[in-house]
């Protein structure tokens, strides 16, 4: 039996409304997993889409199921129709990964499977010429995306480590007939690089870098929230981008601050009076507020929920009744007051979580294909087996090739011969 | 009329022999000399860790190396025995004499016909191998075997000395050379050298490191037939400084650096020349002493293969610690020879521009009596599947070290001679040298042919497995230990499997094929993969080109 596969299959967010198709036997177990009951073969239904693990809402799609072999593959396909903003697609993409047995179509899979499934035929399968080239074009641009940053050197740096791993464990194995035991200084270097890598996976990504920082504003009902918001748009110094906002349980603003891009959000929810719908509001300014990049609180600070970047302002600052001082900064969206100071510090927070000018940040799916490398490589300090921790280091390798997309043993032995003096 | 003719009695040609005669055929085996048969021109070990796999995945096949290797040991050592049993590699050292008569007398049983005869030529008739010339008489058959090892067109050096010669006192085969050459099968040279061997009653033994033979019983063959032959010991030295002075001194006089071999060495196996120059801050080469045989005085140096001159061999191995009285009885040399670009074989190891014509061994570009004879296998009992209409036998990655020795050669091709490393194997945890006869087993029992003996304790050990009894044996705890690994990797061939039931067919013209680009297209062209899972193991193929290339294959298929 086949992998279950899963894409996105329209086009690059931001749009819209992105397709996410999965196919193969645990399309619908997975899917359910996701949105709960499926709606009835060949319907639509909306759900709320939720992370099994965490449950934390993901988005609210509409849910379309198929039963193979009436589907587009031949196989149970479901499609998710959701919003197409980027942060959106890829917490749903990243999310159906983590399903055991669902893995990540490769180009032109779809298509080879409606075709083995005598769904589609000859004329339209050879359509893949066009897929072909989509795919070169993509690889071409990330190539150059990453040899910009110079990450391509710093990958290459940890390749060539693990190689001389590798190199190092092999030789071991075929040309040390000492009864030494297992040499603890390679276990120790997989290990720091292990430790190196998960460094990387943790510093700031490029995404908020494509995608805008979040800039949350929140506080209690009145405390003037919207009216800082138009105040910040009709800014001179924000910007206001054209790019469509992507959500409709919020306002989002997208502007662009000192060169950085950042999207500007109101807890909309916060406002309305019936109860039921107040309680989902404020779960909703919950969650928003723990995604935020930057916390923008209007209430008063004392109550202001625990973040790591958060500015404390004291809105409404024309008031009489505003006393300057009590712990916030004073800011005025009628008069301007604060206005510069409430910008500068809202850039200088968002550039904290921004990779600098000059520093290498990783994307998406280098990040995970070093994360399989790390992962690949845990705990390798205490293995007794040698054999195991080559196994380990070739698995880490695995995942460096198909990140640069060169292919193994022929390295290792390069390595392995240049380096050692081998052969009795 | 014979069914099937093999050109070369080495460990190839006789494996290939008495394979093809297991499954049936009338086989002939064409030899130079009667003496040569089953001769071990290098060194005297058989196995090791890789090779061991190997030599343990034929005796599933009733294959002879491993019953030759038992009735013949005087040493045995499982190397690697301090690491994880996926990489233990069992070798014996075995008495060169005893190793040639075991092997004359398996032949014999297995009914191969030896003919001594010179082969000049190959008779084709309808894009179709027909017979073979030999001393100018041309024997009809349906299927022919080249093993001809280091023999075609070879020549050897020693300084500036250079013969023709495939091994010591002993011709070349040029006319067959030229032939393959014209049939366009010629493909470069390739170099492998020998050490000087030694008379070892000139060593100092008491000076040296002994290196004792196990003392565990364990023998080369399931089956058991254990030689009882008296255990040598064998020892270990070192070179010094003054060896190393002495070869850098004469750097000029070796063929290798001054240009007169063309052919790559292998890296794995390098000279002693060429240790010295590549690694110059090495103090001191690990020399291990092996003796040749229980009646033979010899002793192989193993470690110091060389083709510098021979007053130079003279002088640095008496530099060397306990052999500084040591008489030279034979000089090392290098042995350059001719071979064949192995991607234009199948998977079967036939050749696919001339049905009927199967190669193996060193011919293929590989190095090592192991390698050799599994390919001998593989070309038999094909060779017989071809002469006969009966079933081809296929190997594949993750069932055995053969399986991945076939598929690199005939879809990478070679740059240097290829020797059997457990690294090449993907699926290293899952095979063993201890459970081929789990792995390999029913494979061996479809594949038909072998000996009542063989049958009953392939059928014995697989209804071990899944006993209560079983997770106690070294196999079954072997097994415990790495399944969570071997788990993974299962899903990962999966994959590989449904691609591999998909076949590419032979005349399929990449060029014609949407979306490749010439450099996709030249690869497969050299590679010609058979199978969607071949293609995907040829570099540069994307996961994209191989549904275009699924897509092609298909509709050739169905049209």
């Not at chain 1, 003037?224 to 001179?236: F, Q, R, T, V, W």
């Not at chain 2, 002879?64 to 040493?75: E, G, Q």
């Amino acid at each position: 039996m086949s992998d279950t596969i899963f894409a996105l299959s329209s086009g690059r967010p931001p749009a819209a409304i992105s397709v996410i198709r999965i196919s193969g036997a645990h399309a619908h177990l997975a899917a359910e997993s996701l949105a709960g009951r499926l709606p009835a073969p060949r319907t639509a239904g909306v759900r709320e889409l939720r992370n099994p693990n965490t449950g934390e809402l993901l988005d609210e799609a509409l849910v379309l199921r198929f039963d193979g072999p009436a589907s587009a593959t031949g196989e149970n396909v479901v499609e998710f129709q959701c919003h197409g903003g980027r942060a959106v697609v890829d917490a749903i993409l990243e999310t159906l990964g983590t399903i055991a047995g669902l893995r990540q179509a490769q180009p032109g899979e779809f298509t080879r499977r409606a075709f083995e499934n005598g769904r589609i035929d000859l004329t339209e399968a050879e359509g893949l010429a066009d897929l072909i080239e989509a795919e070169t074009e993509s690889q071409r641009r990330a190539a150059l995306a990453v040899a910009e940053g110079g990450l391509r050197r710093q990958i290459e740096r940890w390749q060539e480590r693990l190689l001389v791993l590798s190199a190092q464990a092999e030789r071991a194995i075929d040309y040390d007939d000492e009864n030494g035991g297992i040499d603890r200084g390679l276990l120790r270097d997989a290990d720091e690089l292990a430790n190196e890598l998960g460094e990387w996976l943790s510093k700031p990504r490029v995404e908020p870098l494509k995608d805008g920082v979040l800039v949350v504003v929140a506080g209690p009902p009145n405390a003037g929230k919207s009216s800082l918001i138009n105040a910040i748009s009709g800014e001179d110094r924000a910007i206001v981008t054209d790019i469509p906002g992507t959500t409709r349980d919020h306002i989002e603003v997208p502007l662009s601050l000192g060169g950085l891009p950042i999207r500007l959000t109101d807890t909309a929810g916060l406002r309305v009076a019936d109860d039921r719908i107040e309680a989902i509001g404020v779960e909703r300014a919950g969650r928003l507020i723990d995604a935020a990049d930057v916390l923008v609180w209007l209430g008063d600070p004392s109550e202001a929920p625990r973040h790591p970047r958060a500015v404390k302002i004291l809105p409404k600052a024309d008031l009489a009744s505003r006393a300057p001082g009590a712990g916030g900064l004073p800011v005025s969206s009628l008069t301007g007051e604060g206005m510069t100071e409430l910008l500068a510090e809202i850039e200088r927070l968002a550039r904290f979580i921004l990779p600098a000018d000059d520093a290498l940040s990783l994307n998406r799916r280098q990040a995970t294909h070093l994360h399989e490398a790390a992962s690949a490589l845990d705990g390798i300090n205490a293995c007794v087996d040698l054999v195991l921790a080559a196994e380990k280091v070739r698995v880490a390798r695995v995942a460096f090739d198909q990140l640069t997309g060169r292919a193994g043993v022929e390295d290792v032995l390069d390595a392995l011969f240049s380096r050692f003096c081998l052969g009795k | 009329m014979h069914d099937v003719l093999v050109i070369g009695a080495g460990h190839a040609g006789c494996e290939a022999a008495a394979a093809a005669a297991r499954r049936g055929a009338r086989v002939g085996l064409l030899t130079f000399r009667a003496d040569d048969v089953g001769q071990m021109s290098c060194n005297p070990s058989i196995g090791g860790v890789g090779k061991g796999h190997l030599v343990r995945e034929l005796d599933v096949f009733d294959g002879l190396m491993a019953r030759a290797a038992d009735r013949a040991a005087i040493h045995r050592r499982m190397l690697n025995r301090s690491k994880g049993p996926a990489v233990w590699g069992p070798r014996v050292q075995a008495d060169r004499s005893l190793y040639r008569a075991a092997m004359v007398d398996l032949l014999a049983e297995s009914g191969v016909e030896l003919i001594v005869a010179e082969v000049s030529g190959l008779a084709v008739e309808g894009g179709r191998i027909s017979g073979v010339v030999a001393d100018q008489v041309k024997l009809a058959c349906a299927a022919v075997v080249i093993a001809t090892g280091t023999f075609l067109d070879a020549r050897m050096y020693v300084g500036k000395q250079v013969c023709a010669g495939g091994r010591h006192e002993e011709k070349a085969s040029v006319p067959l050379a030229r032939q393959i050459r014209e049939i366009g099968l010629g493909q470069g040279r390739l170099k492998t050298g020998t050490p000087p061997r030694l008379d070892g009653r000139t060593i100092d033994w008491a000076r040296l490191e002994e290196q004792p033979s196990d003392v565990e019983a364990w023998t080369m063959s399931a089956l058991g037939c254990g030689g009882a032959q008296a255990q040598l010991r064998c020892a270990i030295t070192r070179t010094t400084k003054e060896t190393h002075d002495l070869i850098r001194a004469n750097f000029d006089r070796s063929p290798l650096f001054a240009g007169a071999i063309e052919g790559r060495g292998p890296r794995y196996c390098p000279s002693i020349e060429d240790k010295v120059k590549r690694f110059a801050d090495r103090e001191a080469h690990q020399i291990f002493l092996e003796p040749e045989g229980l009646d033979s005085p010899l002793v192989y140096p193993n470690g110091i293969s060389t083709s510098l001159p021979i007053d130079v061999q003279e002088r640095f191995v008496r530099s060397i610690a306990g052999l500084e009285r040591a008489r030279i009885v034979r000089p090392g040399y290098a042995v350059e020879y001719e071979f064949v670009d192995p991607r234009r074989l199948n998977h079967t190891l036939e050749v696919r521009d001339l049905p009927g014509l199967f190669l193996a061994g060193q011919i293929n570009g590989t190095t090592g009596y192991e390698e050799a004879a599994a390919q001998g296998l593989v070309a038999g009992l094909n060779a017989a599947a071809s002469a006969l209409g009966v079933q081809e036998c296929r190997f594949d990655r993750r069932t055995s070290y053969i399986g991945v020795m076939v598929d690199d050669l005939t879809l990478q091709g070679v740059s240097e001679p290829y020797r059997m490393m457990t690294a090449r194997a993907e699926y290293r945890l899952s095979l063993r040298a201890d459970n081929a006869t789990s792995r390999l087993g029913e494979i061996a029992l479809a594949a038909d042919g072998l000996r009542q003996e063989r049958r009953n304790q392939i059928r014995q050990h697989l209804s071990q497995r899944g006993t209560n009894a079983w997770a106690r044996t070294e196999e079954g705890a072997a097994d415990e230990l790495y399944a969570p690994y071997v788990e993974r990797q299962q899903r990962e061939w999966n994959v590989v499997q449904r691609d591999s039931r998909t076949w590419i067919p032979r005349e399929l013209d990449y060029s014609s094929i949407p979306g490749l680009s010439n450099e996709m297209v030249e690869r497969l062209e050299a590679a010609r993969p058979e199978t969607l899972d071949q293609a995907s193991r040829v570099a540069g193929i994307t996961p994209a080109a191989l549904s275009a290339l699924y897509v092609a294959a298909a509709r050739r298929t169905a049209a």
